[in-house]
Nanobody, 112 residues
Framework: QLQLVESGGGLVQPGGSLRLSCAASGFTLEYYAIGWFRQAPGKEREGVSC????????NYLDSVKGRFTISRDNAKNTVYLQMNSLKPEDTGVYYC?????WGQGTQVTVSS
């Protein structure tokens, strides 16, 4: 079965860090660009970051530049999102995406 599974979310205080993972099953991830999206309560889903198939090119939402880093390990069929200096406005459900595939999402809550 073809699927993407996110993990690594949780509850952190402002200024804390989380590392999200997106693991692919049923297909080889290395051929595809991957995006991370998030959806905050009451808001539409927005793109956070994306990475090319080779990992050579990345892009970020302006509000997360300098704080988030996207990376991939094609040997592990996994894409990561390292999130540092987290802010309350980073709260939401984070999803990874490839073409028509979406993961189930992982909850990130930044609160004191």
């Amino acid at each position: 079965q073809l699927q993407l599974v996110e993990s690594g979310g949780g509850l952190v205080q402002p200024g804390g860090s989380l590392r999200l993972s997106c693991a692919a099953s049923g297909f080889t991830l290395e051929y595809y660009a991957i995006g991370w999206f998030r959806q905050a309560p009451g808001k539409e889903r927005e793109g956070v970051s994306c990475i090319s198939s080779s990992g050579g090119r990345t892009n970020y939402l302006d509000s997360v530049k300098g704080r988030f880093t996207i990376s991939r390990d094609n040997a592990k069929n996994t894409v990561y999102l390292q999130m540092n200096s987290l802010k309350p406005e980073d709260t939401g459900v984070y999803y990874c995406h490839m073409r028509t595939y979406w993961g189930q999402g992982t909850q990130v809550t930044v609160s004191s």
